[in-house]
């Protein structure tokens, strides 16, 4: 079944209607891997404004100012900035990069020093510190709507539905979120450097699945789509005031394909922006390092796992971490294919 718009799930009356909207975030997960949240009860609008207010404040500053919390993963570190071009998500279309700039913040939990964070995160440390908590606290209900609709075994103690979100704790030992804000700069039709796609389409974020388990979004204007066929994409509208969210491909993987991630890229729309840069702010969930990701106890996944087309038939995959490390590993095989001095640290 090809979907051909994204679903909306009203979170209203959440308690009351929690076996309705369960059922539907599972047939939103099912057949196109996006929905739109309304009515969430996390984060505020407040909060959800101040955080795009800090995002663009810290994009206005001097690139040497910014380039100063550069990511480094040779060095651990995958927190910091990335500018224009820097990330190449499709490298098959794409020779130059990704026309975009971010910045990531593993989970920030009460006891994580951030001396290595710009002046202006660390001074407005509780402004970022209760947005992630807002978003995490719907991801985590996202989780538990899912585990209740797969039928998963109940919490023994509490009853709760916490069998995937139990492994997704915001205050744990390490992280499980990173908080991502983007910047696309405002460009011209034209522009040096464009990179087009077949039908002449101006990319800004090469297409991909996500990685982890779960992708909640903000969005100030429209760019980003989604592929529901082989050469057919659709245009995720900008909903005011709710919250984008896409399964990713660790979830697809744990559920033999029954929950489907989508290939999803940016465009540019300059006639749908009025000149203005676009904004986004993701929030990406995963489980724990050591959770393993095989074997769900839910009998509504398929009993044999499909082809994926990034992992291997043979790939020995059992947890979270050893997932991640593969997709990353195997994005940056296909990196180096078109750029043979690639080190395995630049992505």
């Given at each position: 079944?090809?979907v051909?718009?994204?679903?909306v799930?009203?979170?209203t009356?959440?308690?009351?209607r929690?076996?309705e909207?369960?059922?539907q975030v599972?047939d939103?997960c099912?057949n196109?891997?996006f929905f739109h949240?309304?009515n969430a009860?996390?984060?505020?609008?407040?909060?959800?404004?101040?955080?795009f207010?800090?995002?663009?404040?810290?994009?206005?500053?001097p690139?040497?100012e910014?380039?100063?919390?550069n990511?480094?993963?040779?060095?651990?570190?995958?927190?910091g900035?990335l500018g224009?071009?820097?990330?190449r998500?499709?490298?098959?279309?794409?020779k130059k990069g990704?026309?975009k700039?971010?910045?990531d913040?593993?989970t920030?939990?009460?006891?994580?020093?951030?001396d290595h964070?710009?002046p202006?995160?660390?001074?407005?440390?509780?402004?970022?510190?209760?947005?992630?908590?807002?978003m995490?606290?719907?991801?985590?209900?996202?989780?538990?709507?899912l585990?209740f609709?797969l039928?998963?075994p109940?919490n023994?103690?509490?009853?709760?539905?916490?069998?995937?979100?139990s492994?997704?704790?915001?205050?744990?030992s390490?992280?499980?979120?990173?908080?991502?804000?983007?910047?696309y700069p405002?460009?011209?039709?034209?522009d040096?450097?464009?990179?087009?796609?077949?039908?002449?389409n101006?990319?800004?974020?090469g297409q991909h699945?996500?990685?982890?388990?779960?992708t909640l979004?903000?969005?100030?204007?429209?760019g980003?789509?989604v592929?529901v066929s082989?050469?057919?994409w659709?245009t995720?509208?900008?909903?005011s005031?709710?919250i984008l969210?896409?399964?990713g491909?660790?979830?697809?993987?744990?559920?033999?394909?029954?929950?489907?991630?989508?290939?999803?890229r940016?465009?540019?729309?300059?006639?749908?922006?009025?000149?203005?840069?676009r904004y986004?702010?993701?929030?990406?969930?995963?489980?724990?390092p050591?959770t393993?990701?095989i074997?769900?106890?839910?009998?509504?996944?398929?009993?044999?796992?499909?082809?994926?087309?990034e992992?291997?038939?043979?790939?020995?995959?059992?947890?979270?971490?050893?997932?991640?490390e593969?997709?990353?590993?195997?994005?940056f095989?296909?990196?180096?294919?078109?750029?043979?001095?690639?080190?395995?640290?630049?992505?």
């Open positions: 079944m090809t051909h718009s994204i679903p799930v009203d979170f009356d959440f308690s009351n929690y076996e909207i369960a059922e599972l939103a099912k196109i891997g949240i309304i009860s996390t984060p505020s609008s407040a909060e959800v404004n101040r955080a207010e800090l995002s663009k404040e810290y994009f206005g500053l690139v040497e910014k380039i100063k919390c990511q480094d993963t040779a060095k651990g570190k995958i927190e900035y224009l071009y820097a990330q998500l499709d490298p098959k279309i794409q990704d026309y700039e971010s910045f913040m593993e920030l939990t009460s006891k994580r020093n951030i964070f710009p202006l995160f660390q001074e407005n440390r509780a402004d970022l510190e209760g947005f992630s908590k807002g995490h606290g719907t991801a985590l209900q996202v989780l538990d709507l585990a609709a039928k998963l109940p023994e103690k509490t009853g709760a539905n916490d069998w995937l979100s492994t997704h704790q915001y205050e744990t390490g992280s499980t979120s990173v908080l991502r804000i983007l910047r405002n460009r011209k039709p034209g040096e450097g464009e990179e087009c796609d077949s039908k002449k101006v990319i800004l974020a699945t996500d990685y982890i388990m779960l979004l903000y969005q100030t204007a429209p980003l789509q592929r082989d050469d057919e659709i995720v509208p900008v909903r005031n709710a969210a896409n399964m491909g660790m979830f697809e993987w744990f559920t033999n394909g029954l929950l489907k991630s989508a290939m999803h940016v465009i540019d729309m300059p006639n749908q922006r009025d000149g203005k840069d986004s702010i993701g929030y990406f969930i995963y489980p724990e050591d393993k990701i074997n769900m106890p839910s009998p509504l996944i398929p009993s044999k796992r499909p082809d994926f087309k992992i291997a038939k043979d790939a020995e995959i059992t947890t979270s971490a050893e997932y991640l593969y997709r990353y590993r195997r994005s095989l296909e990196k180096q294919a078109t750029n043979p001095e690639l080190d395995y640290d630049y992505i």
